[in-house]
């Protein structure tokens, strides 16, 4: 037998094997989500913004434990030392929707509020829920009189309460782990509504092959790694060299 043919079957294997394994994810996954929509109502309303963010907090690292159920491990690597009592501003490559629940819950104790579009806002138990409610910001990309405004607000936001606010500049994810251009006006309006803001470059690794079959099959026995790049001030150098600075520095720990 080839090495071709032997990958091949090696391949026919796995995706066999993922089937009953992704029917059990996605049971324990949707139950996370709906076991912890009226967690969360509870928390925001009977105890407040830090409360729910607790409740958040827990909810993240269930779902991540869900991924164990796919044989997935996850490694997270940081050789920097964030400040708690300063706004950040998080910037990473985007390859599934997993990679919220990793940063969310790696760099809990920054209080991580997202970007994200308007359409999540309603129909996802739990996250629709978090994303109205959790001091995150909805925005309508087709629509820049809604959306710069909205970025404007969240940026002073995010650094008027030393919260960190996480952008995908990629906009939409990678499927195949390939990164796509950056995008900068997002980044832009965020530099300049949270100039004291420390800028944290974030590399994710093979999320995107738990989705490499779809939605169903998932992928399995994925090792899933989040790198967190040095830190760089946003008035350290001009504009256009701080974008080009940490677009380099997130791709370059991409491994494909």
């Given at each position: 037998m080839n090495f071709s043919n032997c990958k091949e079957n090696m391949g026919a294997i796995e995706k066999m094997l993922s089937y009953p394994l992704s029917v059990f994810f996605y049971l324990f996954f949707g139950l996370t989500l709906l076991i912890f929509h009226p967690l969360q109502w509870l928390g925001k309303n009977l105890g407040g913004s830090k409360t729910h963010r607790g409740v958040v907090n827990i909810m993240n690292l269930c779902l991540l434990r869900c991924l164990h159920i796919l044989g997935a491990r996850i490694s997270y690597k940081n050789k920097h030392q964030l400040p708690k009592d300063h706004p950040l501003i998080i910037v990473s490559n985007h390859q599934s929707m997993f990679d919220i629940p990793l940063i969310s819950w790696y760099l809990r104790k920054h209080k991580p509020k997202f970007i994200s579009k308007i359409e999540l806002g309603k129909g996802i138990p739990s996250i629709s829920f978090n994303l109205r409610h959790g001091g995150h910001v909805l925005i309508d990309r087709k629509n820049a009189k809604q959306s710069i405004p909205a970025l404007s607000k969240f940026g002073k936001f995010v650094s008027e309460h030393n919260f960190s606010g996480v952008i995908f500049p990629e906009?939409?994810?990678?499927?195949?782990?390939?990164?796509?251009?950056?995008?900068?006006?997002?980044?832009?309006?965020?530099?300049?509504?949270?100039?004291?803001?420390?800028?944290?470059?974030?590399?994710?690794?093979?999320?995107?092959?738990?989705?490499?079959?779809?939605?169903?099959?998932?992928?399995?026995?994925?090792?899933?790694?989040?790198e967190i790049q040095e830190p760089l001030s946003i008035d350290s150098m001009e504009t256009n060299d701080l974008l080009e600075t940490i677009e380099k520095r997130v791709l370059e720990k991409i491994r494909t």
């Open positions: 906009g939409t994810r990678s499927r195949d782990g390939k990164p796509k251009e950056f995008a900068t006006t997002g980044l832009k309006i965020l530099f300049k509504n949270a100039p004291k803001a420390l800028v944290v470059p974030v590399t994710i690794n093979n999320s995107w092959k738990l989705l490499k079959f779809g939605n169903f099959p998932l992928g399995i026995g994925m090792h899933l790694t989040l």
